[in-house]
């Protein structure tokens, strides 16, 4: 599987524009985290590595095999230093019969704990599928 390291900057050609992706954690047992940059640009920036610096929402998702197979149109077009961040905390349900969630656990890439508190700001662990991750550049 081909991997993208962190600190690499993704354009995409996605219907509609370009779409910029960071890569910015790594994890054995999953895909790339990413963070995907909010809007559809008509051109690439002169310096892309400025994109950066611009905080995205955080996402699991194989992006460097993606690319690797053709199922994406993109390429790295930039290498950064990753910001020193440690990993980012993903939320898991724990769900009823009714496939509604009870509770949520909270996972950082070592370990779980219960949620203490109120979740939905925190990004779910769920690896996307490539129809869920484009949907992320429309909106």
Known sequence: MTRLAPGDLVELRLEGGL????????????PEVLSVLPGLRAERPADP?????????????????ALAAG??????????DPRPA?????????????????????????GVRPADGPTDDIPVR??????????????
């Open 49 to 65: 590595k400025t994109l950066a610096a611009e905080d995205g929402r955080r996402v699991l998702f194989p992006l460097g095999a």
């Open 86 to 110: 440690p990993f980012p905390t993903f939320r898991s349900p724990v769900r009823g019969r009714d496939g509604e969630p009870l509770y949520w656990w909270l996972w950082d890439g070592a």
């Open 19 to 30: 779409g910029y992706v960071l890569a910015t954690h790594a994890h054995p047992a999953y």
């Open 126 to 139: 769920k690896v996307l599928s490539r129809d869920a991750f484009l949907a992320l550049f429309r909106g």
């Open 71 to 80: 199922a994406l149109d993109g390429e790295v077009v930039a290498r950064v």
